[in-house]
Structures are given as C-alpha cells and as structure tokens.
C-alpha cells in the first residue's frame, strides 16, 4: 500500500511537470497550428540561464524568476524573429524551421555551457515527508512543483476566460480572419501566446532540472511526455494538457514502479498510439471526428 | 463618407474587381449587386484590406485608406460584417459582443444598447454563439458590428439562408441603421428585390465591373437589366 501511495504522488508530480510542457506545446498549436518542437531547447537554454543566475546571485528564487521571464522574452522573439515567416506557410516550412531551431539551441549552449550535464538546485527539500513512521517519496520540493503548476495552468484559465487580452487571444486562435475585422491586432496575440508558452515551458524546465540535471540533450525525454499529454488531452485544450499531463504522469510512474523504470518510454509510446487510434482529437477535445 | 475610385483587385491573371467606382453617403444604403462570382465579395474584402488593392483609391470620410492594414482601417471607422455570418462560434453571445467593442474602449457601445435592438440575444447571453440560429447568428453579427459605433458598415449577403420573415426583419434594420446612427452601408446581396426595397442607390457588377449605377427604382424598371444579371 505504501508503494502505491508512494508512487501515486510521484506520478502526480512528474505529471505536473508534463502538464507544463504540454501546456506551453498547446498554447501553440492552438495559436499557430505550429508543433513546436524546438520547445524542449527553448526551455533547456531557460535553465541555463536561471542556473547561471543562481550560481552568481545565491538566491535560488532570483533565478527562477529570471527564468521565467526569460522565456517571457524568448518566446516573443522567437516567434517574432523566425515563426511569423511561416505562419501562412505550408506547415512543414514550420516543422523544418523548430527542429531547426532546437540543433541550434541544443549547439549553442554546448558551446556556452559545455555538454557535460551539471546539477540543479531544487527549490525545497528533496527528502520525503515522515508520516507515522514511514518516510514517503513525495518532497516538500514534489509539493512546490505540484502547486507552481496548478497556479500558473489556473492563472492561464482565469486569463483567457476574463480578462480583454484573453478574449482576443481566443478569438485571434478560432477565428484570426474575423479577429481582424473585429480590431484585434492578430499578430501581437500570437506572439504574446508564444511568450506565455514558453514561460510555461521555463517552468517545467527549472522545475524537473533537479531530477534530470542539466545539459543540452537531457530535457528531450521531457518533450517527448509532454507532447504525449498534450496529444492525450487533444492538442487544442490548456485543461486537457493539464488533466492529460497528470494522467501520463500517473500511468508512467505506475509502469515504472510495479514492471521497471525501463518499460517507462516504450509506455508512454503505447498510450500515445492508442490515444491516436482510439480517440484521435484527444480525451477532452471540444470537436469530434466523423466518418464521411 | 466612403469612396471607392477605379479600384482594381487581382487574384494571379484574374481580375477580381475592375476598375470598380462607387460612394455611400452618410445615412445611405447603397446595394451592390450581382450574380456569384460577380465580385461582390472581392470588392468588400479589398475595401476592408483583406485583399490587397493592385489599383485605385479609397477613401474613407476624405481619409486614404487604400494600403492600411485591417485592424488600422476598422479603427477608422468601418465594421465588415463578413458573408457566412462570421459569429465565431467558440466564444458565447456575450463574448462575441464584448469582442467587437474591445479596441473602442470606454467609447464602445453599452451591450444593453445591442440587447435593445436585438431582444433575442438577450436571452441566449450566456449561450455558446454555435447554437444560435442562421437568424440569431446575423443578428449578433450586425450588432458586434454596432459595438465598436462604426461610421460605415459594409454586409456581405445578410440575406444568405435566411427565411424571408428574417430577411425581411434585417433589411428593415439595416434601413433604420442608416437612418438612425447616420451610418454609411454598402450592401451586398444577391437578393437583388430586398436589398432595392431598402437601398438608396443600385449598383450592378459583373466579371468585376460595374454595368449599372442608378436608383433602386430604375433598375427595377430596367428589364433587360433584371433578366441578365439580377434574377427577378
């Protein structure tokens, strides 16, 4: 029972960190209809930059803050810079131009940082709560990273559904034509909609740092899930990412704990192929597919 | 208030609108004309710059708008209420609404003012805009158009689907619009009888150009102009 216990929370907590991948991959497609697969570079380069803050500084929270808005200010430029060229394109222009994108990031910082992963501090304590007498897996840090997400997924829900910003970003990802006609300034809603997705992509990044350590290929098994929950939830919904993101976290931390953390990937691939062929627009998606 | 002079529209080697010169005076309805294909939408989405002009001049209230982007020409003044009604139909009725008054800010029309106009939206507020009727979904068109107090309003075929109770009820709007608020409004339709009954000014295209530029009562008057291009 206490296995279980155990292995429910971690699932919940590497769940949440797929649940903020997803999210910052869902924000996108919704807006763009662009899979941003340079998404697991963008948020690896945002961890390097909150660990040389952290290294030089002290304050741990100094640079998670500084890594947030550095994926604040990346996202909005890169989609300024690279994306808005292929946003009218045919939709392998903007899969060519992200993985593109992602080698030049994943060079880049080997030449920066060098490509021998380093740690990362967590935010809290990694030693499990005691309760009884029995130590549990799940931390103070599990703790933290469970809330940050749920904060940052509910504050992107209450922006989109009451504030004038969010309002025109809907309209600008549904409709961007009519968007138009009715005053909003498209362009600027997509690029605040890649900013925001890569603050949520920033977050994963220093959130699952500590577990993974940090190196320019060690966030790629993290986009890999979080495209998974992504595509579980239907890659249109921000709640289904989240919901999704949980799911895979539960489902995987499961497989590992009772068959062997080896059977981890080779399950996520599964639930990902079963999701596509029994319900292709995903567990919570709004449209339904239609034999015709 | 809107001027369109020797306007020119281009897809590849096809000339969508041709040489195409018309004015809607303030509190006026002018009703463009035409079988499909005329290029009757062509001339509204290049208007709005939806389609880039490739020749000519328009004017809105003496102002040259012919290269602005969209969003700066709705700014100045014009609403687009595009064919197929164009509700987007993820938002509610209230949202859509709220949509088309964003960029007026504190000078955007109150909702209740819509709500007045249109009691039907009233009731269905809070509704997602995908289950309103092809009627209803007109109805919030026009009046998200209204939020942002436009000074001119182009249509494309209100009429298209529409029950002719309906249709009726929105030209006699789109009469008292004009009449009303002062607002200019080019009227597409291909319901070539009820866009006259209501417009100032008839104007017939075909293949881009115009044939025929009168008052609604000399073209219905025109035979041979009804039986070639307006179907009645």
Same mark, same amino acid.
């Given at each position: ?292 | ?77 014009? &609403? ?8 987007? /139909? ?7 609404? %709220? ?7 504190? =000078? ?16 269905? =507020? ?65 319901? &070539? ?18 044939? /025929?530029? =009168?008052?609604?009562? =000399? ?6 102009? %009804? ?6």
């Amino acid at each position: 029972m206490t296995k279980f216990i155990d292995l429910t929370l971690s699932g919940i907590s590497t769940g949440a960190v797929y649940a903020a991948v997803a999210l910052a991959l869902v924000l996108i497609w919704r807006a763009t209809r662009i899979v941003n697969f340079a998404q697991g570079a963008m948020l690896m380069i945002t961890t390097f930059i909150a660990s040389a803050v952290i290294s030089s500084s002290g304050s741990y929270w100094l640079g998670f803050g500084v890594a947030l808005a550095a994926g604040l200010v990346f996202g909005a430029v890169v989609e300024r810079v690279l994306i808005r060229h292929v946003e009218n394109a045919p939709p392998l222009n903007a899969v060519i131009l992200t993985l593109g994108l992602y080698t030049l990031l994943v060079a880049v910082a080997g030449m920066i940082w060098g490509n021998s992963p380093r740690s990362f501090p967590a935010a809290f304590s990694l030693q499990g709560y005691k309760v009884g007498g029995t130590r549990l897996l799940f931390s103070p840090n599990d703790a933290f990273t469970v809330l940050v997400v749920i904060a940052v997924a509910a504050g992107l829900g209450l922006l989109f559904r009451f504030t004038a910003l969010g309002l025109q970003m809907r309209a600008a990802a549904f409709a961007p034509e009519v968007a138009r006609l009715l005053g909003v300034r498209v362009g600027r809603m997509l690029t605040v909609g890649w900013a925001l997705a890569a603050v949520a992509g920033a977050l994963a990044g220093v959130l699952v740092a500590p577990s993974v350590f940090l190196g320019p290929n060690n966030f790629d098994p993290i986009l890999i899930s979080g495209f998974v929950a992504a595509v579980l939830g239907g890659l249109d919904s921000p709640p289904g990412a989240v919901i999704g993101g949980l799911i895979l976290g539960l489902a995987l931390s499961y497989v590992s704990g009772y068959e062997g953390s080896a059977l981890a990937p080779l399950a996520a691939l599964v639930i990902l192929m079963a999701v596509l062929m029994v319900r292709p627009g995903g567990l919570f998606s709004a449209t339904k597919e239609r034999r015709v | 208030m809107l001027a369109v002079d020797d306007l020119r529209t281009h897809y590849g080697p096809v000339r969508a609108v041709d040489g195409v010169s018309l004015t809607v005076p303030e509190g006026s309805v002018t009703a463009v004309l035409g079988a499909n294909g005329a290029g009757k939408t062509s001339l509204l989405r290049t208007i709005t710059g939806l389609v880039p002009a490739s020749g000519g001049h328009i004017t809105l209230a003496g102002e040259e708008i012919t290269r602005l982007p969209v969003e700066e020409i709705v700014r100045r003044g014009l &609403a687009h209420v595009p064919e197929g009604r164009g509700v987007i /139909a993820e938002l509610t009725v209230e949202e859509n609404l %709220r949509l088309g008054g964003l960029w007026r800010r504190k =000078q955007a029309a109150p909702q209740e003012e819509i709500y007045e106009l249109f009691p039907r939206l009233r009731e269905r =507020q809070s509704q997602s805009a995908s289950r309103l009727s092809g009627g209803e979904r007109q109805m919030l068109s026009i009046g998200r158009a209204l939020m942002a107090r436009p000074r001119v309003l182009l249509l494309d075929e209100p009429s298209l689907g529409l029950a002719p109770v309906i249709v009726a009820q929105i030209m006699g709007l789109i009469r008292r619009l004009a009449d009303t608020l002062g607002l200019a409004v080019l009227l597409v339709e291909q319901n &070539a009888r009820s866009a006259l009954s209501v417009a100032n000014r008839g104007i017939v295209l075909n293949l881009g150009r115009v044939v /025929a530029d =009168q008052e609604p009562h =000399q073209l219905a008057a025109d035979e041979r102009l %009804r039986h070639a291009y307006l179907g009645f």
